[in-house]
Every structure is written in structure tokens, then in C-alpha cells.
DNA sequence: GACAAAGTATCATAGTATGATACACTGCGA
DNA sequence: TCGCAGTGTATCATACTATGATACTTTGTC
């Protein structure tokens, strides 16, 4: 469900905060819904216990989980309000996008290869299945 | 031209590699073409000239670009080979993607309007003006 | 030759990601 | 009520590495 790459320049709980929020974002995880144990991910993923808390802790510290000691962690909330002045922001989502849409080309893919890729993902982020 | 965020996770040089080799993907840097100095370009970024300096560096090692003492940098190739084995290259280009894309909705973009982002940028890698 | 402009090398520093380990809280069952 | 297993948390050490200040080397031009 959830993976990461060890040898990326993201570090690894940044990875972490980010598969979790994609997971929010496409409706696999909703509110209520339990996260794995840190120990259990951390082992599933080969990492340290520590780097899954510190994510845990972020997106806690956002307000889109709630942990708790002993019960462990769920979904609170799949709504995010953003910090970031829109323009910069905007400015920032679409070199994000455009990086990867150029590394997508660079790795070979078509260009219809890459338009049924988003298609795919729009999908799923708008619920259709 | 090259833009990047001082507070992303991702390191500068990363960005910077990350930038110039969309700029080659898309067709705004040609074979011949030469490069800003690192001093000019690092002035402009707001950044220390090593940082520039590596990014070069590290795509003249894969063989994108030529630097020369006293002389300069200029775009070697526009085409890199790929090292990664195809199977978790294409899972990471998917994942850059999802990630990306889930970003966007999150900033609060609509479906439509990051659909437009997307066929502007593929429009921009394919040639078509 | 002198000089300006380019990339390169060296070194220091601070930040931080990661991990090993021990701690504290919760709930459940005997 | 006690213990225990299963949570997240805190502390600390370590190693890495990104960044920057500075000095060096090469190139071309006047």
C-alpha cells in the first residue's frame, strides 16, 4: 500500500507524510480508519520505528491523524487546509508536476502511455472507478 | 528560467538537476546550447556557486552537458539512457506522479484545472506549439 | 603578459535523517 | 489486581551530507 524508495534525495519520513496524504487524497484511507502500528510499517518498509513516527507526528501535528499512546493512530480528517500563499503555491504544484511529467518522458514513456497514467490517477482521486 | 524552493526537502542540487533536465526533456535547452555560469546562475538563485557547480557536474557525468575550465558549460546531449532496471523505474515514475497529482488536488485545484496543466506541459515536451 | 571569466578543489560547519534503546501509557485477560 | 502485550514517545549517538567561504587552476582576449 504504502512504499518508498531508500536510495531517493526525499528523505524518508518526507516520503512517508507524502504516500500517507496521497492515500487521504484518493479516499483508500477515510476517517476512522486505523494506520498500521509504527513498529509493523517500519518493519514492513525496512526502516526504523522512529522515521514512521516522525511522520505520524507531522501529519499529526497537521491535524489529519490522532495518535495516542498505547491505542495507536487513525484517520481524523482527510481535509487539509493549505498554509502557503496561492501564488507560490501554485507556482510550486505546477513545477512539481511538470518535473514529473518530464521524467516520465525522459524514462521512455509515450506520450499515450503517460496520458492513460493520469487519466488512471485523476480517476481515482475523483471516485471514479 | 530555473526556479527552485529553498524550503522543499528536496536538496538544492537535486532541484537544480531535477530543472535542467526538463529544460533539456521539453526542448528549451538545445545541443550547443551553453549554460549561465555557475557564479551568474547560483547569483541569481540566491545560492552558493558549489551548489550549481554540483548540479553541473553530476549531468556532465551522465553526459548531458560539457564543462571546461575557464570556458563554460554547454548542453552535450539532450537524450539520457536510462540504469535503472524498467519494472521499479516505471513503479517510481508512477509514484512521482500519483504524489504529484494528489498535491495538486490537495492545493485545491480542480479536476479540470489540472487536466489543462497536464496538456499544456505535454504539449510543451511533445513539440506542439 | 595581464587580466577577466570560467570551472574546480579544499575545508569547515551546521543541520538533520536515521537508528538503538529505554520509557510511558492503554486495554485486556487471568 | 496484577501482569503483559501492544501502542506511541523520548533520549541520545552517529554518520552523513548539503551548503557555503575561500582559494586555486585553466582559458581566452586584449
Known amino acids: 500500500m504504502i512504499t518508498i524508495s531508500l ?3 526525499i528523505p524518508l519520513h518526507d516520503q512517508l507524510v507524502q504516500e500517507i496524504r496521497r492515500l487521504l487524497a484518493d479516499g483508500t484511507l ?3 480508519d486505523e ?3 509504527v513498529r509493523q510499517l517500519a518493519n514492513d518498509l525496512g526502516i526504523n520505528l522512529n522515521t514512521v513516527a516522525r511522520a505520524y507526528r507531522e501529519l499529526t ?3 489529519l491523524l490522532a495518535t495516542s499512546r498505547g491505542r495507536g493512530t487513525v484517520v481524523l480528517s482527510t481535509i487539509e487546509k493549505t498554509t502557503e500563499k496561492p501564488a507560490e503555491e501554485k507556482k510550486r504544484i505546477e513545477t512539481t508536476l511538470s518535473s514529473a511529467l518530464a521524467d516520465a518522458k525522459i524514462a521512455g514513456l509515450n506520450r499515450k ?3 492513460l497514467l493520469v487519466l488512471r490517477q485523476l480517476n481515482k482521486l475523483w471516485g471514479v472507478s
Chains 1, 2 share one sequence.
Do not use: A, R, T, Y
Open 7 to 9: 536510495n531517493s534525495p
Open 30 to 32: 477515510k476517517v476512522g
Open 35 to 37: 494506520l498500521p502500528p
Open 61 to 63: 501535528d497537521c491535524g
Open 113 to 115: 502511455e503517460i496520458e
